[in-house]
């Protein structure tokens, strides 16, 4: 599985938009990108995933460049709920090898909302 | 409808004892995978079940098993246990076998503590 970097840590007020970028230079071909939020005690819980360009859902963007070498998940407007640990995952997720998920969780960036 | 749910939450027990953990994935979801976090990491992958079948396993030791249900609940075991096995021992599960199609969902986790 690819490799990612994320920054450790990251400060922001409410109402801000945040953007966290991930590296993953070498992403492959069959590989997707996932984000996870995890809080304090409890388990990840799945953000947004995608392969190129842009997807958004109801709480984030994912931005994926033509080269996918990196992505940046945008949380526009975060509130103190938002802090938490966000990982930045890269794998093709068993989808075309058949061998099921096995999810590479990086240490992720803590994200601190402060007022 | 209920989430994937992990018992016990919180145990404690003694180096060279024995520790059974136990999930419950979300109705008609087939795959189970554990995950084990450290203190300040990520989730490592441990195991992936689909259809009471060991679909993957990670990079650890022997003392680690587990197994799958019919009903697609999961037990986790680890034998002879260790202080570095002191974690959050996470559970997922998903509705297929490759998370492309679809998302992991993780319990809240055993908190696991060896003395």
């Known amino acids: 599985l690819a490799k990612t970097t994320q920054p450790i840590s990251m400060d922001s007020y409410e109402g801000q938009e945040v953007n966290i970028t991930c590296s993953h230079n070498n992403i492959a071909t069959n590989d997707y990108i996932t984000w996870y939020q995890q809080f304090p005690s409890q388990g990840p819980r799945f953000i947004i995933q995608?392969?190129?360009t842009k997807v958004t859902n109801e709480v984030a963007s994912l931005f994926i460049p033509a080269d996918r070498k990196s992505s940046t998940l945008s949380l526009p407007r975060v509130s103190l709920s938002d802090t938490a640990v966000y990982y930045c995952?890269?794998?093709?997720?068993?989808?075309?090898?058949?061998?099921?998920?096995?999810?590479?969780f990086g240490t992720g960036t803590q994200l601190k909302v402060e007022l | 409808d209920a989430g994937v749910t992990q018992s016990p939450t919180h145990l404690i027990k003694t180096r060279g004892q024995q520790v059974t953990l136990r999930c419950s994935p979300i109705?008609?979801?087939?795959?189970v995978s554990w995950y084990q976090q450290v203190l300040g990491q990520g989730p490592q992958f441990i195991f992936q079940y689909y259809e009471k079948e060991e679909r993957g396993r990670g990079n650890f030791p022997d003392r680690f098993s587990a197994r799958q249900f019919p009903n697609y609940s999961s037990e986790l075991n680890v034998n002879a246990l260790l202080l570095g096995d002191s974690a959050l021992y996470l559970c997922?599960?998903?509705?297929?076998?490759?998370?492309?199609?679809?998302?992991?969902?993780f319990g809240e986790g055993s908190r696991l503590s060896v003395l």
């Open positions: 995952l890269v794998g093709d997720m068993g989808r075309l090898t058949g061998g099921g998920n096995k999810l590479t």
């Open positions: 997922a599960s998903s509705l297929v076998l490759s998370v492309n199609t679809g998302e992991l969902f």
């Open positions: 995608g392969y190129k």
């Open positions: 109705s008609g979801h087939k795959s």
